[in-house]
Structure formats: structure tokens, C-alpha cells
């Protein structure tokens, strides 16, 4: 094969910290050919953005590149200089960041931002950069691109300020584009857009691919070959297939394992060695549901602005509803999902039911009672309280970050059950942590001081830790790693069977919902569009959007064509 | 088997509260000099106003006539002034009464700004907008025309000066309050709060605010040294603190006459110990945050 357009050999990067230099990666090896699409998988610490920074040269003040050789196009990079980085960026090597909405100026016009690459690489001159700028964004498929040209990327939503950012990667036709998660943190139906646009744009111009991802599955569909990391080593790289179907290191075997999709329950997402005994059964759930949900409606109405309130002019627009008369009931020990996009109201309805917001009308019925009738405020003081408790979706925001894991854990015992012995609150966290599994010696550290699993389990014990009825679960491993992911999911299939809690189980992942709810609620625009048995809405799907949904979650290729999900046997 | 693990728990528990605080605080000192210069002169500040009148080696309002007007010697480090007064020892006696001042001052503002900013931030409506408005138009006068108003309105005593300097900080308390409290109102950690049983005042104090004390303490530090400033200023034109009481401010406005003729160290060592008190001050803010900011710690 022809030289490499990127060789990265034993590189070292090192940043310092309180505690003198570590390595944040060692030992890596890569090389990247024309035209192709690498990916680098691994879950968060495992160094694979530093890696890519390193190619780029953009690592933060406390990183540095400690040894190794970057080769581009035959150029050493790891020792160039700034001003020959600051022509080659943009220009031979473009990036997509994760969170397109961060990496657009909000304050300049997408046309301008996408103008300034290419008048920087002069690639056009002022005259023809609006020409030039128009078409990507025509290229990039923004529907009528010269009104878009003028908006700001508040205006547009996450996939679009992600195509546009694409158009700035894409404006002076790099060689190399580096993507670093480029489609986290938006919807699965986006995502394919996005990935398959980027697909189509980097091959037809011959371009090579650098894809970062935490995610199995998309790598496996959009990349030739994988690279899997961990702890800032390159443990297996090889052909996305071979590596998908024969993985010859344990932890790509683990991760492939935890990777929710084709599992049959939750416990295949966990290794085989240290796999707890088999779920006890559920009990059946009782006729009488637990909560009962009807006619639910939150809208939020515009305010006037203020010249229509000064001259006191009536102008009526419709309220926007986030939640459009919504529905449904939980059975006594069911687990039900609440699925759907961003914005389709799922959070607005969780947060409705927990009594955090109030409803602009409709009833929820918790155990028979109405609960809308006690104010939000005034729900604190209400017996129910303590039976409707909540896992929130990032376990870092949920914690407050000035108390120890041990407060949080004991501020519902304080509050609600009015407990002051120390002693007492000491002994019902413990036994609470070591439901969850966690170690007690974390318990008097501060949020920033544990690991993203850990502050899962805190968050989930101190939701658990006053036996809740109903516990609602807005997207509790959104901001986890696979395998943290598979372990929470565990512990709450582990807990709702020994606790007879009913889980609401608010997500967008299809494949996660499978193997843990009886029930699927799809929602869209604030309505409910489909509901049934999970099995049934996952087989059959009747509405065209959960359709839609489904066909939109990534699978490898090999195993599209395999047309069951089952798991690979060699596993 | 829990009794047992609690055992191993409370062996193994880290060092007390007050002995990782005090880690804590060795570290970011020792991380940024110029935090730990800030904190020395801060040390020096304080043990000066406490223990200045038992340094001193002379009575600072006693009047020597022949000994008018002398440069710094060895006998006297600072010179003396036109009534023949020791200028060193009324330099550090002064130290009590300026940190006193603007220590009320800043204290009184932090409290009461605080307190109006994070109920208009927390709950908006009504309060907010009335708010709102009154500290904008404290902050439209001129602050400084505004306190020496205030002063000469209600009287002439330490007791105004520390009320008006307090009222012309107090927006900037109730803005940065406002702003931290609203940007967290939402926060999941405070949701989260919420369904643990707290209301909505509870919400406020216990979880909240303690957020949100990182960029107050910022502005605490730059608003002390704008209060001493504010207070010798006040008694520089003649409000506020009146001679022969030794106060910077006076001091600087009473040597100011005799910089003409040549004697320049009536009004430069006071206006020294003021410059090093507000620099002091406004090198703090940084060491302050890092202080009560608890990702600093590890």
C-alpha cells in the first residue's frame, strides 16, 4: 500500500497535575491511508481525544507531547511550529468538535464563520466568499442556504449548527478530517443524518476520516478499520469486521459486550466471569395502577413583547405546547419507557410528575390521589414526597458539588423522614450504598472527586435511599460509559426486583429501554404516537416515527446483512 | 457485616475537617505566590490592628512642638508631623480603625446585597423588578458624591461612613448574587434537593447560595479595598472621621498642605499603608475563590 497520510508512532503525551507529570497517553501506533476511516474507540480517560489533539497540536497548557513522532503527508508535526499548525488546521487537517453548538461563534452569521476559513486559507477572496459559502452550505443540505447564510447558530437547532460545522471543516477540502464525537449529545434520527452526510461528503473528495467515538456501534457502521484504547494505550486495532466478530482482547470483548444493542438481557451486557445470579422474577403487577396520568398539557405562552403591552395592543399567539394531552398509566411494579427525540416533552413530563413543574392542566393520579392539587412549592411537606423520587440524567449536574456523597445521600433521610441521629442516618446510608455497590470509603469525598459511575450510584441511592413507589429515571446512563452503563443498568434491574419499585424510564435509546422496561411509550411534538408491550413495539412497530427511531440506531455493517440482532457467537 | 465495615470506615476516615482545610489552604497558597503574598499582607494587616497600639513607640496624638515637622529618622522612622506628632505611630494605630470601617462596610453590604440579589435571582417577579430598579439608581449616581451625601445628611460619625459605604456596594453584592443564584435556580442538583424535602427558602440558603460564594468572594476582596479607599477618601474632604483622630485618610489631607514646602512624608507614608492595603485586598480575590471553590479541592 502507498505511504500513510497519518503515522503516529510511540507517541507519549504527558500533562502535569497537582501530583507531578502522569501519562495521559503512551505507547500509540496508528497509520491512516488515503481515503480511509479510522476510529478510535474508548470510553472517557481512555486518551483517544488527547490523541487526536496531539495530531492537531491544540492540547490544553497542561498537556504536552512528551515523545513519539506525528508524520502528515511526510511532515514531522511533532515538532513543527505554531504558524506552520495555523496554516496546516483548516487547510490539510480540519476538526469537528463534539458540541457543535460551542464551537460556533454565537455571536457572527454561519456565513461569515464559514467565509473567514476560506478567505483565511485563501480559498476565496471577499468577493467570491459569499458564492463560495452558500454552496457549502447547499453542499452540506441546509435548505435555502442563502437565507441561512444570516442566522446566528442560536437559531438553528443541534444537527443543523452540526452540518455547518461540517461546512467549515469541509470549506478548503482538507486531507485529513479529525471528528471527535461528532454526533454525541444529538438524536439518533440526526445522528444518522449527520454521519451518513459526512460519510458521502469525505469520500467523494478522497478524504481520510479520523473518527472518535465512545460508541461500538457507530464506529462499526461508518469506520474501515477500528482502534480500541484504553488507559491511553492502543490495546487492539484491526478491520472493523475481524475486530467486531473475533476481538482478541478481553476489554474490546467487554466493551463489545456491554454495547447494549443484540443483548437479550441485561445481564449479557456484563462479562461472563463476574456475572450475578440470574434476575428473580417479577411478581406480577397488580390491576389498580400505581399512577395514572390523563390528559396531561403543559404550554408555555410567549410573553408580549413590550410594545404590544404598552399600547396595550391583544396580540394572541398560540402557546407553544410542550406537552400536548398526554395519557398513560403505571402498574404497580411495571417498569414503562417514555421514548423520544429532544423536545418531544418526555423531561417536561417526568418533571410534571414529580412535581417540579406545574401542569397547565390535565390529572395525575399518584395511588388514587391527585397530586396536582398540593402546589409544586408546597409538595416538599406532602407524605407523597418521599414514594415519587428521581434519578437525574447527568450525575454530575444532580450532585451539589460542595456536599460529600455521605450529605447527599442523607439529605432525604434529614428532610423528610426528619432523622438527626447521626448514627442512625450513618447506618441507613451505608446499608443504601452497599445496595448500589458503593465502596464506603467514597462516601465522605465531594462529587468532583468520583468517577462518573460512582456519582451514578450516589445519585440512585440517594433516590432509592426512601424506598420510593415510583422512581423515574430520566436518561440515568446518557452521560455514562458502556460499561458503566452496564453495570447501572444491572443495578436497577437488581433493584427493582428486590424493592418492587415501578420504574418511568424516560430515554432516547431504544436498545437500552429493550432489555429494562415491559412497556414502551413513544412520544413526539408533546404526543403520545405509539404505545405496547415492549417486545411488541420493537417487532411490529405501527407508527411510521417509531419506525423512524428504530431504523435510525446504528448497526455494523456485517450485521446488517445478518438481518437478526442476535449476538455474535464467537463472543 | 455493615457494623463491622462501618468500623473500617470511621478507621479509615480522612484526616479531621479543620486538618484538610488547613491543607486546603497550604496548597493554594503555595500554588500562587502572589495568593500567598496577599494572605501574608492580609496576616500583617490584621495582627497590626490588633496589636498596633502596643507596638508603637510613641503616643500618636501627643504633640511636641519643638519636634515639629522632622524627617524620618532613626528616632523617628516616619517623621513627625506640624504638631510634632510620631507619623509611624499613627500611621499603624490607624490600621484598626480603617479595617474596622471597611471591614463593617463590606460585611454589612455582603450581607444585605446578597440577600435582596439571591431572592430577585431565586424568585423573580415582583421583588426583582423592584429591586432591580432601586439599585440602579443607586448606581447611577456618582457612588462617591452619593456616600459623601449620605455623610454629610445624616452626621458626621463612623457609624454613616459605614453605613454609606456599605449602601454603595450593596449593588454590586445584589448583582453578582442575582445572576449566580438565577443561573443555578434550575440546576438538577437543586431539583434534586427539591425532591429530598426541602423548600424553597431552604433551597435558597443550604444549597444554592454556598454555589454561588466563589465569584462573591472576588467581589468581596475588590470591594474592601474600594471601602478603605471610600473611607480616607470621606475623611480626606473632610466627612467622616474627624482630627486628631489618626486615620489615613486625614493623614494624607492634612500632609497634602506640606508636600508644597517640602514635606512629603506626612502624606506619602499614610497614603503608602493605604496603597498596600487596597493592593492587598484586590490580590486576595483570586487566593479567596480558590479558597471556597470546592473542585480546588482534591
Known amino acids: 500500500m502507498n505511504p500513510a497520510l497519518l503515522e503516529v508512532s510511540d507517541l507519549r503525551v504527558e500533562f502535569s497535575t497537582r501530583r507531578g507529570t502522569v501519562a495521559a497517553v503512551e505507547a500509540v501506533n496508528l497509520q491512516l491511508h488515503k481515503g480511509e476511516t479510522l476510529g478510535i474507540v474508548g470510553e472517557s480517560g481512555s486518551g483517544k481525544s488527547v490523541t487526536s489533539y496531539a495530531v492537531m497540536k491544540i492540547l490544553d497548557r497542561a498537556r504536552r507531547i512528551a515523545g513519539g513522532r506525528i508524520l502528515f503527508n511526510g511532515m514531522r508535526l511533532d515538532d513543527a511550529d505554531e504558524p506552520l499548525m495555523n496554516d496546516l488546521r483548516g487547510r490539510e487537517i480540519s476538526m469537528i468538535f463534539q458540541n457543535p453548538r460551542a464551537a460556533l461563534n454565537p455571536i457572527r452569521s454561519i456565513g461569515c464563520q464559514i467565509e473567514d476559513v476560506l478567505i483565511r486559507h485563501a480559498q476565496a477572496t471577499r468577493h467570491t466568499a459569499r458564492d463560495?459559502?452558500?454552496?457549502?452550505?447547499?453542499?452540506?443540505?441546509?435548505?435555502?442556504?442563502?437565507?441561512?447564510?444570516?442566522?446566528?447558530?442560536?437559531?438553528?437547532?443541534?444537527?443543523?449548527?452540526?452540518?455547518?460545522?461540517?461546512?467549515?471543516?469541509?470549506?478548503?477540502?482538507?486531507?485529513?478530517?479529525?471528528?471527535?464525537?461528532?454526533?454525541?449529545?444529538?438524536?439518533?434520527?440526526?445522528?444518522?443524518?449527520?454521519?451518513?452526510?459526512?460519510?458521502?461528503?469525505?469520500?467523494s473528495a478522497g478524504m481520510s476520516t479520523l473518527l472518535i467515538t465512545h460508541d461500538l456501534g457507530l464506529a462499526g457502521e461508518f469506520c474501515d478499520r477500528i482502534l480500541v484504547m484504553e488507559k491511553g494505550r492502543v490495546v487492539e486495532m484491526n478491520e472493523t469486521v475481524a475486530l467486531l466478530t473475533a476481538p482478541s482482547h478481553p476489554y474490546t470483548r467487554r466493551l463489545l459486550r456491554a454495547t447494549p444493542h443484540g443483548a437479550q438481557t441485561v445481564r449479557d451486557l456484563l462479562p461472563e466471569d463476574d456475572r450475578p445470579s440470574q434476575l428473580p422474577p417479577m411478581q406480577a403487577a397488580s390491576a389498580a395502577p400505581l399512577l395514572e396520568v390523563s390528559s396531561l398539557v403543559k404550554t408555555y405562552a410567549a410573553p408580549p413583547g413590550l410594545l404590544d403591552r404598552l399600547l396595550q395592543r391583544n396580540k394572541t399567539t398560540a402557546p407553544f405546547r410542550a406537552v400536548d394531552d398526554i395519557s398513560f398509566s403505571v402498574g404497580h411494579g411495571e417498569s414503562v419507557a417514555l421514548v423520544g427525540e429532544s423536545g418531544c416533552g418526555k423531561s417536561t413530563t417526568s418533571a410534571m410528575i414529580m412535581r417540579l413543574l406545574e401542569p397547565s392542566s390535565g390529572v395525575i393520579r399518584f395511588k388514587g390521589r391527585d397530586i396536582t392539587a398540593i402546589p409544586a412549592a408546597q409538595f416538599c411537606a406532602s407524605p407523597d414526597r418521599r414514594?415519587?423520587?428521581?434519578?437525574?440524567?447527568?450525575?454530575?449536574?444532580?450532585?451539589?458539588?460542595?456536599?460529600?456523597?455521605?450529605?447527599?445521600?442523607?439529605?432525604?433521610?434529614?428532610?423528610?423522614?426528619?432523622?438527626?441521629?447521626?448514627?442512625?442516618?450513618?447506618?441507613?446510608?451505608?446499608?443504601?450504598?452497599?445496595?448500589?455497590?458503593?465502596?464506603?470509603?467514597?462516601?465522605?469525598?465531594?462529587?468532583?472527586?468520583?468517577?462518573?459511575?460512582?456519582?451514578?450510584?450516589?445519585?440512585?441511592?440517594?433516590?432509592?435511599?426512601?424506598?420510593?413507589?415510583?422512581?423515574?429515571?430520566?436518561?440515568?446512563?446518557?452521560?455514562?460509559?458502556?460499561?458503566?452503563?452496564?453495570?447501572?443498568?444491572?443495578?436497577?434491574?437488581?433493584?427493582?426486583?428486590?424493592?418492587?419499585?415501578?420504574?418511568?424510564?424516560?430515554?432516547?435509546?431504544?436498545?437500552?429501554?429493550?432489555?429494562?422496561?415491559?412497556?414502551?411509550?413513544?412520544?413526539?411534538?408533546?404526543?403520545?404516537?405509539?404505545?405496547?408491550?415492549?417486545?411488541?413495539?420493537?417487532?411490529?412497530?405501527?407508527?411510521?416515527?417509531?419506525?423512524?427511531?428504530?431504523?435510525?440506531?446504528?448497526?455494523?455493517?456485517?450485521?446488517?446483512?445478518?438481518?437478526?440482532?442476535?449476538?455474535?457467537?464467537?463472543? | 457485616m455493615s457494623a463491622l465495615a462501618g468500623v473500617s470506615v470511621g478507621q479509615q476516615r480522612q484526616a479531621p475537617a479543620w486538618r484538610r482545610q488547613w491543607q486546603h489552604f497550604r496548597y493554594v497558597t503555595t500554588a500562587n505566590p502572589v495568593t500567598l503574598l496577599a494572605f501574608i499582607g492580609l496576616g500583617v494587616m490584621i495582627a497590626v490592628a490588633i496589636l498596633g497600639p502596643y507596638l508603637i513607640p510613641y503616643d500618636p496624638l501627643a504633640s511636641l512642638a519643638e519636634k515639629a515637622l522632622k524627617p524620618p529618622s532613626l528616632e523617628h522612622w516616619f517623621g513627625t508631623d506640624q504638631l510634632g506628632r510620631d507619623v509611624f505611630s499613627r500611621v499603624v494605630v490607624a490600621t484598626r480603625l480603617d479595617l474596622l470601617i471597611s471591614v463593617s462596610a463590606v460585611a454589612l453590604s455582603f450581607v444585605v446585597g446578597a440577600a435582596i440579589g439571591a431572592a430577585a435571582g431565586y424568585w423573580g417577579g415582583w421583588f426583582d423588578q423592584l429591586s432591580g430598579r432601586l439599585l440602579d439608581t443607586i448606581m447611577a449616581f456618582p457612588l462617591f458624591v452619593l456616600a459623601m451625601g449620605i455623610v454629610a445628611a445624616a452626621g458626621n460619625t463612623i457609624q454613616n461612613i459605614v453605613i454609606a459605604t456599605a449602601i454603595i456596594n450593596l449593588p454590586f453584592y445584589a448583582r453578582v448574587a442575582r445572576a449566580e443564584v438565577a443561573i443555578r435556580r434550575n440546576a438538577a442538583y437543586v431539583q434534586a434537593a427539591r425532591l429530598s424535602g426541602s423548600s424553597d427558602l431552604r433551597l435558597l440558603i443550604c444549597t444554592i447560595f454556598p454555589n454561588t460564594l466563589p465569584p462573591m468572594m472576588v467581589q468581596l476582596s475588590l470591594n474592601m479595598g474600594w471601602a478603605i479607599l471610600n473611607a480616607a477618601g470621606l475623611s480626606f474632604i473632610g466627612l467622616g472621621v474627624r482630627a486628631p483622630t489618626a486615620e489615613w485618610g486625614i493623614m494624607v489631607a492634612e500632609g497634602a498642605n506640606f508636600i508644597i514646602s517640602g514635606e512629603w512624608w506626612l502624606a506619602l507614608f499614610p497614603g503608602a499603608a493605604l496603597m498596600l492595603a487596597v493592593f492587598t485586598f484586590n490580590l486576595l480575590g483570586d487566593g479567596l475563590r480558590d479558597l471556597v471553590d470546592p473542585a480546588r479541592r482534591t
Open chain 1, 132 to 203: 463560495k459559502a452558500i454552496a457549502l452550505l447547499d453542499r452540506v443540505r441546509i435548505r435555502e442556504p442563502e437565507k441561512r447564510y444570516h442566522a446566528y447558530p442560536f437559531e438553528l437547532s443541534g444537527g443543523m449548527c452540526q452540518r455547518v460545522v461540517i461546512a467549515i471543516a469541509l470549506a478548503c477540502r482538507p486531507q485529513l478530517l479529525i471528528a471527535d464525537e461528532p454526533t454525541t449529545g444529538l438524536d439518533v434520527t440526526t445522528q444518522r443524518a449527520v454521519m451518513e452526510l459526512m460519510r458521502e461528503l469525505t469520500r
Open chain 1, 387 to 571: 414514594l415519587l423520587q428521581m434519578v437525574f440524567q447527568d450525575p454530575h449536574e444532580s450532585l451539589n458539588p460542595r456536599t460529600s456523597a455521605a450529605d447527599a445521600i442523607a439529605e432525604p433521610l434529614r428532610r423528610l423522614d426528619g432523622l438527626t441521629d447521626d448514627a442512625e442516618i450513618r447506618h441507613r446510608v451505608e446499608t443504601v450504598s452497599s445496595e448500589v455497590g458503593l465502596p464506603f470509603d467514597l462516601l465522605e469525598r465531594l462529587p468532583h472527586q468520583l468517577s462518573g459511575g460512582q456519582k451514578a450510584r450516589v445519585g440512585i441511592a440517594r433516590a432509592i435511599v426512601m424506598r420510593p413507589e415510583l422512581l423515574v429515571l430520566d436518561e440515568p446512563t446518557a452521560a455514562l460509559d458502556v460499561s458503566v452503563q452496564a453495570l447501572v443498568l444491572n443495578l436497577l434491574a437488581d433493584l427493582r426486583a428486590r424493592l418492587g419499585m415501578s420504574y418511568l424510564f424516560v430515554s432516547h435509546d431504544l436498545d437500552v429501554v429493550r432489555l429494562l422496561c415491559d412497556r414502551i411509550i413513544v412520544m413526539r411534538a408533546g404526543r403520545i404516537v405509539e404505545e405496547g408491550e415492549t417486545a411488541r413495539v420493537l417487532a411490529s412497530p405501527e407508527a411510521a416515527y417509531t419506525r423512524e427511531l428504530l431504523a435510525a440506531i446504528p448497526r455494523p455493517r456485517h450485521r446488517v446483512g445478518a438481518g437478526t440482532s442476535s449476538r455474535l457467537a464467537t463472543v
